[in-house]
């Protein structure tokens, strides 16, 4: 066999390696065909996106580099060159070379994928579904295309087109795995665990050792609140050789859930010893151990964030560890720096205007009254759990007082459910009509949801902060619902909204100091306007009291919701449910009192954002 001949049979040998996903074994193919014709434009371009799946970025840049020197016409070589420079963060490099491939050919999909890919990184999610949505008239039968448009819509929480998406996927290609456990998460944050969990064991008949579907199985169970099958899902996870930084991070999340922190730590540093530039670990790490004096991981975060190869998203989330690290070490201005920081990246990214808000609060208003024509009679038996629903600002208390209600035995924590905001904001909204049936029929799907949370206990929670604003649909379809608002001092919650990084949409308002204040305005509004329309249907519940007299506080909030005294509620620290709200670490001590005054130690940096906010409660 001649030189050509070998050089042939080794660049075929590594598409046969690549298609399997044998990526050492396409490398080296590609290398010994590189030996023989080192200027050869098509395996430079393989091998380049090859080394990017081994994780090997600085090698497959000089591959791809190469390849577009040695021919600049040549759409794939630049597409290549682009796709590497995304994954080293290096975004304005990327956008330039795929342009440039775009110029040549417009409907490159290698090339518009990569540009995606780019925009989603930024967090320019609109963008990217507009790429996505070029893709698929071009390439219809694309199903990762079909697969990267879920995960950008779930991020934008826009569920029933990211399921339309996810199942097209499907559709086109039933074996594609990761579609199957993106639609099993996609339900699982929608409120249907039961569905998520029929969807991912069906696919685990596909591959039964596949990390990502036992991961997300973990999840599912953890949320359920059933730890055993949760880590036996995670364990089977972590026995796959080679070891996946995903189970580790997975694994970090769930042990925090259920506050094993030690081993949540454990997982957290797992990763950053394989990767001391893994962000997401680094900053994990920083959430739950205290940093002390000089601030161990405060040099790394301080290089990350300066190193210029960091994403917005990335940006913003060290810049919340910095702040939790220099409150620990009390230097409170540098603290308050990086909030702001933190908080405007989240802000630009979101693009919030809080005259949305406004907007969807005045037709809230508007359309409430009509559901006081309705009237649904209160079961005459128990068919299911009473609904024990827990209003209010977030970070007023609802998690608390979760955890104190789900200590009774009569009592299943349900969490922060979804399901009204998925099936009710469209009645409440008025974009459907407000009849009975409708009303009914919601009734029937929340139930239908909330059983499988409550297993065989007559009361579930659902401490779904924003739930506040379904309140006159709520009193409608659940009758014998007990609603519980939580008021804690308004500063307090404002500050508390404005430094915590939430990590996902619905509370962009938040990251804006001004925003947040006049959002706390727009929700004593709506909650005054419920009162008024509703009566003694909600009960008002005062934080503060709470955790100032607790005995007395607890035993009214029993006695208001009809159940008898059990003592364990005095303990919330010793309910060892799943918690997955910014106050998972709180809720595992005692109740304290003092945690409302925190904002005092900012108080010289605030400005003049907090002045309107005179009354207290």
């Known amino acids: 066999m001649d030189k050509f001949e070998t050089a042939k049979s080794h660049f075929m040998a590594g598409l046969a390696a690549q298609q399997k996903s044998d990526w050492q074994g396409a490398e080296r193919e590609y290398a010994a065909a590189l030996r023989l014709f080192p200027d050869r434009v098509s395996c430079l371009v393989n091998i380049s996106h090859v080394l990017v799946k081994l994780q090997r970025l600085d090698d497959a840049r000089k591959h791809a580099e190469k390849a577009a020197s040695l021919d600049p016409e040549n759409p794939a070589a630049l597409s290549q060159l682009g796709a590497v420079l995304v994954s080293l963060h290096r975004f304005e490099e990327a956008f330039k070379w795929i342009e440039q491939c775009l110029a040549i050919d417009p409907n490159l999909v290698e090339a518009l994928i990569n540009k995606a890919s780019a925009l989603v990184e930024l967090s320019r999610h609109g963008e990217a579904i507009t790429v996505y949505e070029t893709i698929i008239r071009l390439q219809p039968a694309h199903p990762t295309v079909h697969l990267e448009l879920t995960k950008t819509l779930s991020r934008l929480q826009v569920y029933s087109a990211a399921l339309t998406a996810v199942d097209k996927a499907i559709a086109i290609n039933p074996g594609l795995v990761d579609a199957h456990v993106q639609k099993g998460l996609l339900l699982n944050n929608m409120g249907d665990p039961q569905q998520a969990i029929a969807v991912l064991d069906a696919a685990l008949k596909l591959d039964p050792n596949h990390v990502g579907l036992l991961c997300a199985l973990g999840q599912v169970y953890a949320d359920l609140n059933r730890p055993t099958e949760s880590f036996a899902h995670l364990d089977k996870a972590r026995s796959v050789i080679p070891p996946v930084r995903q189970v580790y ?19 957290f540093k797992h990763c950053l010893a394989a990767n001391p530039l893994d962000v997401e670990a680094l900053c994990n790490i920083c959430r739950y151990e205290k940093a002390q004096d000089g601030g161990a991981f405060v040099p790394q975060l301080n290089e990350l964030l300066s190193d210029g190869l960091r994403t917005p998203d990335e940006r913003a989330r060290i810049n919340f560890a910095l702040a939790k690290a220099y409150e620990d070490l009390k230097d409170f201005g540098r603290s308050f720096e990086h909030l702001r920081e933190g908080n405007k990246l989240i802000k630009q990214m979101s693009g919030y205007d809080i005259k949305k808000d406004r907007d969807r609060f005045e037709t809230l208003k508007r359309n409430a009254p009509l559901f006081k024509h ?22 007023s208390g609802t998690t608390l007082v979760e955890q104190i209600l789900s200590s009774h035995s009569k009592v299943a924590a349900g969490g922060e459910l979804p399901t009204v905001g998925v099936y009710g904001h469209r009645l409440a909204a008025g974009e459907v009509p407000c009849t009975l049936e409708g009303v009914k029929e919601f009734r029937e799907q929340y139930l239908r949801h909330l059983k499988i949370r409550a297993g065989s206990k007559p009361f579930c929670t659902d401490k779904m902060p924003h739930n506040f604003r379904y309140l006159a649909l709520i009193c409608c379809a659940f009758p014998e619902a007990i609603i519980i608002h939580v008021r804690r001092s308004a500063k307090a919650v404002c500050w508390s909204n404005y430094k915590n990084n939430f990590g996902g949409r619905g509370l962009d308002y938040s990251n804006d100091l001004k925003d947040v204040v006049a959002y706390h305005g727009l929700f004593s509004d709506f909650m005054n306007f419920s009162q008024d329309l509703l009566g003694d249907r909600i009960l008002d519940l005062d934080y503060e009291k709470l955790t100032t007299s607790p005995e007395a506080e607890v035993r009214g909030l029993i006695k208001a919701v009809g159940l008898r005294w059990e003592s364990a509620c005095l303990r919330p620290e010793d309910n060892s449910r799943s918690v997955k709200t910014v106050s998972i670490a709180q809720v595992r001590n005692p109740v304290y009192a003092g945690s409302s005054q925190s904002w005092k130690k900012y108080e010289t940096f605030l400005g003049p954002e907090f002045s309107g906010l005179t009354v207290e409660n």
């Open 374 to 395: 309705l009237k649904i009679s209160p079961p005459s038996s128990s068919k299911g759990p009473v609904p024990i629903f827990i209003v209010g600002m977030p970070r």
């Open 249 to 267: 991070i997975n694994s970090g999340y769930v042990y925090a859930q259920f506050g094993n922190f030690p081993e949540a730590l454990t997982a």
